[in-house]
């Protein structure tokens, strides 16, 4: 090789060099950068977390923030965080960059992270909860459904709480019930959120609700039957002790065939565990549903 081309090579290499992307924990480990992580008063949507990063090193860095990264808050009473969308970012020499970070919650009776808690970066999580988060990430499903998915595995919560309206919703539902092994259910269930950073219509304007409420304000569902000869019905809702809630029909008429009973009931009351929808004639129990609030 010729002087020339030799050089013209080096050229070349000097213009194709590609940066080794590290992980934010990775460039933290090796004290190559600084972060402050703060929550800040902003939605779901928005990215509670707000990161301050700061390259110390005296290269460039190409950085990437995976998703189901943990984030770990400093009090007690907030929720700790798992990330469901990632960055990807590069900081030249002595730089600094801010990020608002799309975390979901992953400790349901703990306050919402709120404005000006302090938290610190965690590993990524493995599991049912990273893969969730992944499919969050991949649909743009960072919301009040996506919420709700990761609390069915962080917090047991039941796959009824999960509202999905779109296709990609249901698709999520019905993969958390997969995973958790268990039918998707046939309700869906709605509870009160108050004005907190967790609700669709957070406005933080408005007086601010620390805690995302678990108490129920409405259930819905298709609640189908079959019969093979003609029958007076009676439908309510009952609780576990099996005092009556609600009754929405009495001794109404139906014929030989299958039926879907199209089931809503909001209250405004305060209910948690199984309840059930019962379908009975006079005092046989026809068929009945457990639903969870």
């Known amino acids: ?10 050229l070349l290499l000097s213009h194709t060099q590609t940066f080794a992307a590290l992980t934010l924990q990775e460039a933290l480990k090796t004290n190559k950068v600084k ?7 902003k939605s779901l949507e928005e990215g509670m977390i707000t990161a301050d990063i700061h ?18 808050a400093s009090s007690d ?22 990020l608002d970070l799309k975390g979901m919650c992953i400790q349901a009776e703990n306050m919402s992270p709120g404005e000006d808690v302090a938290y610190t970066l965690g590993d990524v999580l493995q599991g049912d909860i990273a893969e969730c988060a992944k499919r969050i990430h991949k649909n743009k499903l960072i919301n009040s459904c996506g919420q709700e998915a990761i609390w069915a595995f962080s917090d047991n919560h039941d796959v009824g709480w999960i509202n999905a309206n779109s296709e990609q919703e249901r698709a999520l539902r019905q993969f958390v019930a997969d995973k958790k092994g268990v039918a998707n259910p046939w309700y869906t269930t709605a509870h009160q959120a108050g004005n907190n950073q967790l609700s669709a219509n957070y406005n933080p ?7 995302y ?15 093979n000869t003609a029958k007076r019905l009676t439908f309510g809702v009952y609780d576990a002790s099996g005092q009556l809630i609600r009754k929405f029909f009495e001794n109404k008429t139906f014929e030989q065939g299958e039926f879907t009973f199209n089931f809503y009931y909001k209250t405004t009351q305060g209910l948690n565990g199984t309840y059930y929808a019962r379908l009975t004639a ?8 457990p639903f969870t609030f």
């Open 282 to 289: 006079g005092n046989e129990v026809v068929q009945e549903a």
């Open 205 to 211: 304007t408005q007086p601010v609700s620390e805690y």
């Open 35 to 41: 972060v402050k992580l703060t929550s800040n008063g």
């Open 77 to 98: 009473d907030r929720q700790n965080l798992v990330l469901v969308q990632e960055e990807v970012f590069a900081l030249a020499p002595n730089s600094k960059k801010t």
């Open 55 to 72: 390259n110390i090193s005296m290269t460039r860095l190409d950085l990437t923030i995976p998703v189901a990264t943990k984030l770990n």
């Open 213 to 227: 409420q678990r108490s129920a304000a409405e259930i819905k569902g298709d609640f189908r039957w079959k019969q």
């Open 1 to 10: 090789m010729n002087a020339i081309t030799f050089f013209a090579t080096l």
